[in-house]
């Protein structure tokens, strides 16, 4: 069983900064895809940015330049660095990891991340 535990989030003013973090325990293979999604109140959890294990990013367009994702293999680990954040990236952030081999995908608990104007 895989549990993904992220931290990071909280308040922060528009043009501000936060990273997050998500560590997974258990095992995800060698083959693996991270990423993280946020869903806003009244809408649809959506995609934020992916990374496989091979390296290969994934970013939605509306923060494409403002937020950089990386991985840590080693410790099974995936963050977000986000800047000059604005009122719109407000959401709960939900780090997710996706199995290939397997066909699985595991979520974590969400992160409140809040941009106040």
């Known amino acids: 069983q895989v549990q993904l535990v992220e931290s990071g989030g909280g308040l922060v003013q528009a043009g501000g900064s936060l990273r997050l973090s998500c560590a997974a325990s258990?095992?995800?293979?060698?083959?693996?895809?991270m990423g993280w999604y946020r869903q806003a109140p009244g809408k649809q959890r959506e995609l934020v940015a992916e990374?496989?294990?091979?390296?290969?990013?994934n970013y939605a367009d509306s923060v494409k330049g403002r937020f950089t994702i990386s991985r840590d293999n080693a410790k099974n680990s995936v963050y977000l660095q986000m800047n000059s954040l604005k009122p719109e990236d407000t959401a709960v952030y939900y780090c997710?990891?996706?199995?290939?081999?397997?066909?699985?995908?595991?979520w974590g608990q969400g992160t409140q991340v809040t941009v106040s104007s």
């Open positions: 997710k990891t996706f199995l290939p081999l397997t066909g699985r995908t595991y």
């Open positions: 258990g095992s995800i293979g060698g083959i693996n895809v």
């Open positions: 990374l496989t294990s091979g390296g290969n990013r």
